[in-house]
């Protein structure tokens, strides 16, 4: 082959620095170990990004599907961590950044009956790379049933109940489970969620989250109550969204904290 020109390396005169730039949206073959020691065989949607300083044109697109690929035909946490320092060597940047988003399935069983179905959940892997420095945060997003406690106080029968979702991210001292931080989540709520219910379950989860009401203020103190005490925890953020029943907009509510309890 001819020397081919290399426009990517040609010199920009803007002065105008490009805080990330990549690819995105890249599915690939994922592989993980749940808290059962079993492997779950999963598809993640990734984004590739480094940072481009001001006098460079652009980056070199197909190096970071050169690395993704150089971790054989599926990925693992492990291969993960290790990406963003890979791009930082072979990308000559200052800030790399790769994040793995991807469904994520458990086994639940009904409540009374015990009937089995499998609930998805959405799980984001972000790590971030400046120097010897690594940033990795882990973020599920669950979803949840809450009762209004207003509506149940002044309601002679019944209260509105709707589905929401609670996106969790933390920053650990020790590696944390998934599985976890979804129980976590799920044990602040006014119900959890289930993909098979037979009558009798209906009745206990109508049931218990009647019993159970929580406003999205109440679901994320508690969530971030429970987090506080976790000694694996360093930092968190939860977020809580109410797909309101009797209202056309949603409610909302977020908290972000350190955590000081040491290990």
């Not at 949206?25 to 170990?33: A, H, K």
């Not at 010897?132 to 669950?142: A, Q």
């Not at 809580?240 to 040491?262: D, F, L, R």
Request: net charge neutral.
């Amino acid at each position: 082959m001819p020397n081919l020109k290399d426009t990517q390396n040609e010199r920009d005169d803007r002065k105008i620095a490009i805080d990330r730039v990549g690819v995105k949206n890249l599915r690939f073959p994922l592989r993980i170990r749940d808290r059962d020691q079993a492997q779950q065989h999963t598809v993640a949607t990734v984004t590739m990004a480094v940072d481009l300083p001001h006098h460079y044109k652009g980056t070199h697109m197909s190096r970071f599907v050169e690395i993704l690929h150089a971790h054989g035909r599926e990925l693992t946490v492990a291969s993960i961590a290790a990406m963003p320092k890979e791009l930082l060597a072979r990308l000559n940047a200052r800030k790399a950044h790769v994040e793995m988003r991807f469904p994520y399935f458990r086994a639940k069983r009904a409540p009374i009956t015990k009937a089995e179905g499998l609930l998805d959940y959405g799980v984001i892997f972000a790590v971030d790379a400046e120097g010897d420095e690594i940033d990795y945060v882990v973020t599920v997003e669950v979803p949840v049933t809450t009762l209004c406690p207003c509506s149940k106080a002044i309601s002679e029968r019944g209260a509105h109940n709707q589905r929401g979702t609670v996106t969790f991210s933390v920053r650990f001292r020790q590696p944390i489970w998934i599985e976890d931080m979804i129980e976590l989540v799920e044990a602040s709520a006014s119900s959890q969620l289930y993909s098979v219910l037979k009558r009798p379950d209906e009745k206990y989860v109508t049931e218990a989250a009647y019993d159970n009401p929580v406003f999205v203020e109440d679901l994320v103190r508690s969530i971030a109550q429970k987090a506080s005490a976790h000694k694996k925890i360093k930092w968190f953020r939860v977020e809580a969204e109410n797909y309101e029943s009797i209202h056309n907009h949603n409610a909302w509510a977020v908290i972000e904290s350190t955590n000081t309890v040491e290990s």
